[in-house]
């Protein structure tokens, strides 16, 4: 079993930053895919960005986040990273992470982000 704790949201102005961390524990940090969603208004959950396991470290965005957000990892702390800047308000909402692995798939409870305009 996998649990996944997200935190540094919070409430930021327009075009502010703000850097999600997402820490791990139990299963294998390392080998796991870590995916970061934002929840959509119809209870969906939205892909930002995600980073592969050590082995291939590659990142992917979805177009509203390519040359804002930087997604990372540290394996040694178990920790992925969102480092969000040039917010908008559209950015507004809650930000969950995901660690996909051979071990199963699993969700941290999310955390809010609000852009004030």
């Known amino acids: 079993q996998v649990q996944l704790v997200e935190s540094g949201g919070g409430l930021v102005q327009t075009g502010g930053s703000l850097n999600l961390s997402c820490t791990a524990s139990?299963?294998?940090?390392?080998?796991?895919?870590i995916g970061w969603y934002r929840h959509g208004p119809g209870g969906q959950r939205d892909l930002v960005a995600a980073?592969?396991?050590?082995?291939?470290?590659?990142?992917i965005y979805t177009t509203s986040a390519k040359g804002r957000f930087i997604i990372s990892r540290d394996n040694a702390k178990s920790t992925s990273f969102l480092q969000m800047n040039s917010l908008e308000p559209e950015d507004t909402g809650v930000y969950s992470c995901?660690?996909?692995?051979?071990?199963?798939?699993?969700w941290g409870q999310g955390i809010q982000v609000t852009v004030s305009s």
């Open positions: 995901r660690s996909t692995s051979a071990l199963g798939d699993f």
């Open positions: 139990g299963g294998r940090f390392s080998i796991s895919t």
């Open positions: 980073i592969t396991s050590e082995d291939k470290d590659n990142t």
